[in-house]
């Protein structure tokens, strides 16, 4: 339902909102997010490189925003999301430029245009709820 938006140019991933929950679940969610990755791509990804460069760009990301973000504050946890965004848009925008033979440029402010909205915007602040529901959780 949501292939149309996903993948292509100018894609909003929905499902990258769950990468600042690395910030907060850690190696177990990069994994997971990684392999989710996967799967979405063979099912309706470009091929091979897609495959294999968006697991590795949502891997990657995630392993360092949690390094950025675990022991910070909001600022911190907020510096982890925008690196998430920044490696995202430079590995898959690389890539596209190349899949869909399009100036980089390009292809940089499409996935920028989508990361933004669904990491920064909607991913970070799905991780602060949860943060603040997963910490009263840990107190009782």
Do not use: H, K
Not at 74 to 83: K, P, Q
Not at 85 to 108: A, H, M, Q, R
Not at 112 to 121: E, P, Q, R
């Amino acid at each position: 339902m949501l292939a149309p938006i996903s993948f292509g140019l100018w894609q909003v991933r929905i499902a990258d909102a769950l990468l600042p929950l690395s910030m907060i679940f850690g190696i177990p969610c990069a994994l997971g997010l990684s392999l989710g990755c996967i799967i979405g791509n063979v099912y309706g990804g470009l091929g091979p490189i897609d495959i294999v460069g968006g697991s590795i760009a949502n891997f990657i990301a995630c392993i360092i925003a949690y390094e950025i973000g675990r022991r910070g504050g909001v600022a911190a946890r907020f510096l982890g999301s925008l690196t998430e965004t920044v490696i995202i848009t430079v590995i898959v925008g690389g890539y596209l430029s190349y899949l869909l033979d399009v100036p980089i440029e390009l292809s940089i402010i499409g996935v920028l245009l989508g990361s933004v909205i669904a990491i920064n915007l909607v991913g970070f602040a799905l991780e602060e709820i949860l943060r603040r529901v997963y910490a009263s959780q840990i107190r009782r």
